[in-house]
């Protein structure tokens, strides 16, 4: 399982943006864009607010799919709550991105519903922290897993070509982007992405 994982970028404890999709009591479909972890072995974790159409599904059935993609209008219609039916494979008993490279069907084995209090994103609504197993793996095409940290990183290297040459005000908006996206990193990202995201918030500060 660990080298199937691999295969498609998926490391240890580190954190992946992926398409959720689920099927709701009544057969109904749904797609939402999650991010998870692999623990190791044949564990996974998630975490989603209280609320969504993903999360009800989860809690009433007890499995989820996490699709494996990079398909920009599919992370765009999740997102946004309405990925059509013409996305979904002709699977009947499970809810799966047609065409996609890869996918992870997951069953639930604990749910651990916590305050927003010490998240990023401050709200009311309770975080449910949902912990897996792997049932199943299956691989149909060459795809590694997204970690956004990779994107924060080139951002903020685009936004340093132009450092020197913009007023105060954008330069303080840029160094606002590098600590937030360093903070991101810190949390999603492996050791690599890590230092070089340090070594340029550091030329960033001599600037």
Do not use: W
Not at 17 to 23: A, L, M, Q, R
């Amino acid at each position: 399982m660990k080298d199937e994982l691999k295969r498609i970028g998926i490391e240890k404890d580190l954190q992946y943006e992926c398409i959720t999709t689920t099927v709701s009591k009544n057969g109904v479909k749904n797609a939402g864009a999650f991010a998870f972890v692999y623990l190791g072995e044949n564990k996974v974790h998630c975490h989603i607010f209280e609320g969504s159409k993903t999360l009800k599904n989860i809690l009433d059935t007890g499995e989820y799919v996490v699709n494996v993609t990079r398909d920009p209008l599919v992370f765009t219609y999740a997102t946004l709550d309405c990925l059509g039916d013409e996305y979904y494979s002709n699977d009947s008993d499970i809810a799966v991105i047609k065409n996609t490279p890869a996918y992870i069907i997951v069953d639930v084995e604990n749910v651990d519903v916590r305050t927003p209090e010490n998240f990023p994103v401050k709200g009311n609504n309770n975080i449910y922290f949902i912990t897996g197993k792997i049932r199943e793996i299956i691989i149909k095409d060459n795809v590694m897993a997204f970690n956004r940290g990779m994107s924060g990183l080139i951002e903020c290297l685009v936004n340093f070509s132009r450092y020197k040459i913009v007023d105060d005000d954008k330069r303080s908006e840029y160094m606002a982007r590098v600590i937030e996206n360093q903070r991101v990193i810190e949390k999603v990202s492996d050791e690599k992405t890590k230092r070089a995201m340090a070594n340029l918030r550091a030329e960033y500060e001599k600037n």
